[in-house]
């Protein structure tokens, strides 16, 4: 298994050291697909050869005002936006781009949800080809009911994902979510072939698991081997010192995945 940290252009460097195989970077805040890209990727790809590591997934794929839900979308926006952005990870290693854009699919008050699934499935469709092109996957991640109100469960994920049945479209879960909603990490699990990438933290505060997080990130790491498909699993996490924390905390997730191989 492949351990990252999602984290930003200046912590690169702590990253490497601490022994994490890439960084997840935001394709909204990192890759910025509507700036030229001359004032974007050359910076980026510098510092990432200088600190030895690649960029191999991507988060925050839309901003906010990208609308994929409601009256205000723009899917000729849209398809300029995912045509550049998609380049430019690709460009730089990336493998994987998270669909969460919690703000930008979120259905607006009132507006049909089933006009609102449509609209989903249509942005994913339209941009799976694009995704394909460049050799990457689209995982949809499931956020949960505080932050989102669709696609809050890997179910639901999965459903989508199979609705439009085409191989750059995925899934993704994301311990917090999951246990913020108090899913099974069996729901998970059957997932199999779908999942695609994981995040991982503390399940209840989101901060870098410790010691103590063993026994659950262990149990979490069951359904993921069940699951059987998932190349990478990305800390998205708060940090009190990430320069102290990143190497004891990537002991604390590679000893769970090796105690999730026992039943």
Known sequence: MRFGVCEGIHNLSIVADAGYDYVEFSVSGHLMPEKPEREVLPALAKALNAAAIRAEAFNCFLPGDLRVTGDGVDPARQAAYVRSALKRAAALGGKTVVFGSGAARNVPDGFDRSVAHRQIREFLARTADVAAANDIVIAIEPLHSGVCNIITGVAEAVEIAGQINHPAVQVLSDLFHVTHDSQSFEETASAGGQLRHVHISTPTTGKNPA??????????????????????????????????EAAPTLTVVRTAWEASKSQ
């Open 211 to 244: 010691a103590a997080e063993l026994p659950v990130l262990t149990d979490y790491f069951r359904a993921i081997r069940k699951a059987g498909s998932v190349p990478r699993i990305s800390l998205e996490c708060g940090w009190t010192d990430l320069a102290a």
